[in-house]
């Protein structure tokens, strides 16, 4: 396998993430964070922390444990999918069911025992994606990117035609019958419709798989061995999302208008994270499926070839974001603008994160998942107590740098893990000589907000790129030679 292959994969997946999220971001962002007051906008960034924070621990990292056992040729792919599945049925109706009787006392624990009806939206949302993470890693597995970006597109388009016609439409319509104060309400009622509605379509495509895959010499992992191999990766998951969120959660308790800008900054962030997202979708089983069943004679060089790929992406999209800013600013309300001054930070803390996601193979690939718990935790001690200590002081910076000290700690954890039991060649140099051209790149555009002047920032940036890469994109993209003949 090539890393032609790789970037082929990623395209793909890239249709879905960044179509879907930048009509997400188009059309719902601009729409949201003017409808919705500064406090509402930061309730749904803390809600959406809750969210995520239940769908990782639902989840278990079954998708991950998917592409191991499925991937190597030791376990029947139909069984391990089946048995993993199970699990994360049995963990929804362990967690979920419970929880959503107890809705009203959780609400008033948080609080706002008006917000009964938010707790059991969440809930329900929390149970079709936790229960759609199995099927749609199948999907990757077995590379059928274009139905993977189908269902993820339908997701979006049904989400975006509810959050508009619940808070566009129903208050023109209802009139003065119509509750303002229910608005959160409404586009949660968006977001669980539209994740009920890509679970059944993911359901009603496991139905139809063969069962004549079913009939084979080969069995699955125990339920014992998959949790072995997914909780340490759980609580991967779990701190990521503290690490990655937990700012505006900290942010309401001191100031909303704060929280709310904080949460506008993050969305401006989402250019970066759609790269990132869909190069892990196209990555994680790849590098699986390029393993093999033998790490000992598995190309490595590829791993390095697809860290110097992020790198070299990456390193441009951050620049671009940053100096297409003065434009790029208009997707949300001027109401909370004032938070992209930590944009730079969020940038380089979420590139950070896609090279510890390179990173962390190693672990993944020799079973030292522990070690990727280990890590994260320690991750954890910065993203939670930076802001926890240190935001009544430095306000939205306390997160944002807690954020970018976090991953940074963490990628430092991982290479050194990397080195121990998995060593790659990676091509870190290079990735510096990146991110100095980019900032400089940025740094000029501070003399003009012309839109000709940037232009040409991002133009030259991208062509001294393609200068001082071009003997290797020339060798990995057209397939002249061998992996890593030349520099």
Same mark, same amino acid.
């Given at each position: 396998m090539s890393l032609k292959k790789l970037s082929g994969e990623t395209l !793909?997946?890239? +249709?879905?993430? !960044?179509?879907g999220r930048l009509l997400t971001f188009a059309l719902v962002t601009p729409f949201i964070t003017r409808v919705m007051t500064d406090g509402e906008v930061g309730e749904v960034g803390n809600l959406m922390f809750w969210t995520a924070l239940l769908i990782a621990l639902l989840v278990f990292r079954m998708d991950t444990a998917v592409f191991r056992f499925a991937s190597r040729g030791d376990y029947a792919p139909q069984l391990v999918f089946r048995r993993a599945q199970r699990l994360v049925w049995a963990l929804v109706g362990l967690l979920i069911v419970p929880l959503f009787l107890a809705s009203a006392q959780i609400a008033e624990l948080l609080e706002a025992p008006a917000a009964t009806t938010y707790v059991r939206l969440v809930l329900l949302t929390v149970a079709f994606? =936790? /229960?759609? =993470?199995?099927?749609?890693?199948? %999907?990757? +597995?077995?590379q059928r990117a274009w139905f993977f970006v189908s269902v993820n597109l339908i997701n979006v388009a049904v989400n975006i035609a509810l959050i508009y016609l619940l808070l566009y439409v129903l208050p023109v319509? +209802?009139?003065?019958? $119509?509750?303002p104060t229910f608005r959160v309400g409404y586009y949660l009622i968006a977001i669980t419709l539209a994740a009920g509605v890509r679970y059944a379509l993911l359901l009603i495509d496991g139905l139809r798989q063969p069962t004549s895959q079913l009939t084979t010499a080969l069995s699955a992992p125990t339920f014992g061995r998959l949790l072995r191999y997914s909780l340490p990766l759980t609580v991967v998951s779990v701190a990521g999302i503290a690490n990655a969120l937990v700012g505006p959660s900290v942010l309401l308790q001191y100031d909303d208008t704060a929280a709310g800008y904080f949460t506008a900054a993050l969305r401006m962030a989402v250019f970066l994270n759609l790269f990132v997202t869909a190069?892990?979708?196209?990555?994680?089983? $790849? $590098?699986f499926r390029q393993s093999s069943s033998d790490l000992v004679t598995a190309d490595r060089r590829i791993y390095a070839d697809a860290m110097r790929a992020y790198g070299l992406v990456g390193t441009l999209a951050c620049a671009g974001i940053l100096l297409a800013l003065p434009w790029l600013q208009f997707f949300i309300g001027p109401d909370v603008r004032p938070g992209l001054v930590v944009l730079p930070i969020l940038l380089a803390a979420n590139f950070l994160f896609g090279i510890y996601s390179n990173l962390s193979i190693a672990y993944k690939l020799t079973d030292q998942t522990f070690l990727g718990g280990g890590i994260a935790l320690v991750g954890s001690v910065f993203a939670v107590g930076g802001p926890?200590? $240190?935001t009544a002081q430095y306000g939205m910076y306390a997160p944002a740098v807690g954020m970018l000290t976090c991953f940074l700690v963490m990628c %430092? +954890?991982?290479?050194?893990?990397?080195?121990r039991h998995f060593p790659v060649d990676y091509p870190?140099?290079?990735?510096?000589?990146?991110?100095l051209l980019a900032a400089g790149a940025v740094w000029a555009g501070d003399v003009s907000e012309a /839109?000709?002047?940037?232009a040409l920032l991002i133009l030259t940036l991208l062509l001294t790129l393609l200068l001082v890469e071009r003997r290797w994109l020339l060798r990995t993209f057209r397939g002249g030679g061998a992996a890593g003949a030349l520099p």
């Open positions: !793909i997946y890239g +249709l879905s993430s !960044i179509l994606d =936790a /229960l759609s =993470a199995v099927p749609l890693a199948r %999907l990757r +597995l077995q319509y +209802l009139g003065a019958r $119509f509750e190069y892990q979708y196209a990555a994680e089983p $790849f $590098f926890l200590l $240190f %430092l +954890l991982a290479y050194l893990v990397s080195r870190f140099g290079r990735l510096l000589g990146y991110a /839109l000709w002047y940037r």
